[in-house]
């Protein structure tokens, strides 16, 4: 048999936790009746046993912000607060479920069940992707294998597990921006942008990641400046300059290729809700203005004070937003039906949520006070300086690893998400919202856990010949989590905290318990 990489045990093992996930939830889901939740939950009709045999093994999947994604897929944008969810995995649903082979599902089930199906087939692969992305971008950037390898073994099980299973987009932007990131370390930033396109059109937090295009080019400019300034030629610094201004130039055609998702989708939301206009460019659309509630199962189809039965183009009231400079539906939207904006969820009755949220925020805040008490010399020049005039005394020892020179941008990134999500978004998100975005929890996870002497040689030995499935769950995590007494409490504390919200994850929000 070849040799197996490290990227294939990754990816075996990304799926083998989707499917303990998935076997997990057919029990809870089964053995525990749903919570009566205030949120969106349209009346499924189980016509067959087709529909029958997916609500048994999937049922739990369709839960919170699943049923709004499952329903968008099915009858589209149907409503104004729909708006909030991006279109990219709503899409990517739409066109699988038109597809020849998926058109023989519905013989045996309803459209509903055969999307399901297909979101979670989805998940599985794009989840499993975005392991091994995650193992590349953490080997490019730790220059460290099994630092990198640890780190993607801790993505398989991070905390957020059953969110990157059910119809959320969590495992979607994680792969697409795991893949951007590594191809920008990769130096390729037009490709990056690119990708990054897909996760503005995925999830409104896509726009960040300009930040790391701008960085790329900030840095690679600084270190033409301090070219020039040693330089004698005029020539060199003639072709300098115009490299410099070249870099800029292609960093703004990035930022706005990775911006332009959004703007279109807003557009788009605004000749929806606000025209009577059937057409989007080459598309058909609907109106809102003329939409049906019927067989939708939207009961908030009145949300612009209008009735919901045959609702007249003459008759209809447009939403305010329409009037304002710009009409950009998102931001309504969010402080409308999710209550977002500064400190605006600071109450008493938050209070669980905000406990819920405080194991990955510790975890953030722990990663970004180790790392700037650390590297405070590389920090405060913004790590702009080339490492030669770095006033840095121990820089050496920083080529490799969590306080590697690299992880500074990915550690900034986190810091904007999380003051951001704790300030101003539903605190409860902040757990899936990092876990999906920053790769570098991962890699100050794999830091702080990483195996002592005897868990090495034991994982270590006899690696050569085995299969697999051996390799698997064999993996030093594993074996960490098997030998759970044998652990420091550091290891011990991120390993039970990264298990516990699985388990608990998975059993609370597939019984629509908030769990969100």
């Not at 329903?71 to 709503?90: D, K, L, M, N, V």
């Not at 099994?146 to 932007?173: D, H, Q, W």
Request: charged share 15%.
């Amino acid at each position: 048999m070849a040799s197996l990489s490290r990227s294939d045990v990754v990816g075996a093992f990304a799926v083998f936790t989707r499917l303990l996930t998935i076997g997990m939830q057919i029990v809870t889901n089964n053995l525990i009746p749903d919570h009566k939740a205030d949120a969106f939950a349209p009346n499924r009709e189980i016509a067959g046993n087709g529909d029958h045999v997916v609500d048994v093994i999937f049922g739990g999947f369709t839960h919170w912000d699943s049923a709004h994604f499952l329903h968008i897929a099915e009858y589209g944008y149907t409503t104004e607060s729909r708006f909030a969810f991006f279109p990219f995995y709503p899409l990517l649903l739409s066109l699988i479920s038109q597809q020849a082979t998926s058109q023989q599902l519905l013989l045996v089930m309803s459209k509903h069940s055969a999307l399901l199906i297909i979101a979670v087939c989805i998940n599985v692969v794009f989840f499993t992707l975005a392991a091994i992305f995650l193992y590349w971008l953490s080997w490019q950037v730790l220059k460290d294998e099994k630092m990198a390898f640890r780190a993607a073994i801790l993505f398989c099980i991070n905390p957020a597990g059953v969110f990157m299973t059910a119809a959320y987009t969590e495992s979607t932007f994680a792969m697409v921006g795991f893949l951007a990131m590594y191809l920008l370390e990769k130096k390729h930033p037009v490709v990056s942008a690119l990708i990054f396109m897909l996760s503005t059109a995925t999830r409104s937090n896509g726009l960040v990641s300009c930040g790391f295009i701008l960085y790329f080019v900030m840095k690679n400019n600084f270190r033409k400046l301090f070219a020039v300034y040693n330089a004698k030629q005029l020539k060199t610094i003639c072709i300098t300059l115009l490299s410099m201004v070249a870099e800029l130039l292609l960093s703004l055609i990035c930022v706005v290729l990775i911006v332009l998702p959004f703007l279109i989708f807003q557009y788009f939301a605004y000749v929806k809700c606000c025209t009577h206009n059937t057409k989007f460019g080459f598309f058909q659309i609907q109106p809102i203005s003329q939409a049906q509630n019927e067989q939708t199962g939207d009961e908030d189809f009145n949300e612009f004070g209008n009735t919901p039965d045959r609702v007249t183009p003459q008759l209809f009231q447009f939403p305010a937003w329409c009037n304002n400079t710009p009409p950009l539906i998102y931001s309504h939207i969010q402080e409308k039906y999710w209550n977002v904006g500064l400190f605006k969820y600071y109450e008493i009755k938050q209070i669980p949520n905000f406990i819920l949220a405080v194991p990955m925020v510790t975890l953030c805040c722990f990663a970004i006070w180790k790392y700037f008490g650390r590297r405070w010399n590389y920090i405060k020049y913004l790590g702009l300086l080339p490492r030669k005039v770095k006033k840095d005394s121990k820089s050496d020892e920083f080529l490799t690893g969590f306080y590697g020179d690299d992880v500074f941008v990915y550690i900034v990134h986190m810091a904007a998400l999380m003051v951001f999500n704790v300030l101003v978004v539903n605190v409860q998100i902040v757990t899936r919202f990092i876990a999906s975005s920053c790769p570098v929890i991962y890699w100050f996870a794999a830091a702080m856990t990483t195996s002592s002497v005897n868990h090495q040689k034991s994982t270590n030995r006899n690696q050569g010949q085995q299969t697999l499935f051996q390799k698997v769950v064999s993996n030093e995590v594993v074996q960490q989590v098997m030998n759970f007494k044998g652990n420091n409490r550091k290891t011990n504390l991120i390993i039970g905290y990264f298990l516990l919200y699985n388990v608990v994850g998975i059993t609370m929000h597939c019984n629509f318990l908030p769990w969100t």
